[in-house]
C-alpha cells in the first residue's frame, strides 16, 4: 500500500509543479564545460579521490545528463576540445561515476533548495 500511496504523491506533485522544460535547462546548461573545484572538492573527499581536471568534466557532463534528460556525449564538456586538449570522454565520465561510491552521491542539497523545476 505504501507504494500506491507513494506514488499517487509523486503524481500530485507533478501535476502541481507542471512540465519539466528541458529546453531550458539545455539552454542553462549550454556553458558548462567542468564543475568548479570548490563545489566539486568536497564531494571528491568523502569518496577518497582526488580533484582533476578531468573529474571535473565528467561531473559537468554527469549533470548535463541527469538535469536535461540528454546523453552524456552531446554534453558540451564532450563536444569540443578545451585549450586544444581533449582527456576527457563520455566513456571515461560513465566509468567515473560508476565506481564513485554511494556516500559523495547522497551529499547533496535537499530538493526545497535546488530551484530546479
Known amino acids: 500500500m505504501r507504494f500506491v500511496?507513494?506514488?499517487?504523491?509523486?503524481?500530485a506533485r507533478m501535476i502541481t509543479r507542471g512540465p519539466i522544460d528541458y529546453e531550458a535547462r539545455r539552454a542553462a546548461l549550454s556553458t558548462l564545460r567542468e564543475?568548479?573545484?570548490r563545489?566539486?572538492?568536497p564531494i571528491l573527499k568523502l569518496?577518497?579521490?582526488q580533484l582533476t581536471w578531468q573529474r571535473q568534466r565528467h561531473v559537468a557532463?554527469?549533470?548535463w545528463e541527469h538535469l536535461t534528460?540528454?546523453?552524456a556525449r552531446d554534453a558540451p564538456t564532450y563536444a569540443e576540445d578545451i585549450n586544444g586538449v581533449k582527456e576527457a570522454s563520455p566513456s571515461h565520465?560513465?566509468?567515473?561515476t560508476l565506481n564513485c561510491p554511494n556516500k559523495p552521491a547522497a551529499?547533496?542539497?535537499?530538493?526545497?533548495?535546488?530551484g530546479l523545476r
Not at 565520465?93 to 567515473?96: A, S, V
Not at 551529499?107 to 535546488?114: G, K
Open 35 to 37: 564543475v568548479p573545484g
Open 61 to 63: 557532463g554527469w549533470l
Open 47 to 49: 569518496a577518497g579521490l
Open 5 to 11: 500511496e507513494a506514488t499517487k504523491a509523486l503524481a
Open 93 to 96: 565520465g560513465h566509468g567515473f
Open 69 to 71: 534528460g540528454g546523453e
Open 39 to 41: 563545489v566539486l572538492l
Open 107 to 114: 551529499h547533496s542539497w535537499p530538493e526545497e533548495r535546488s
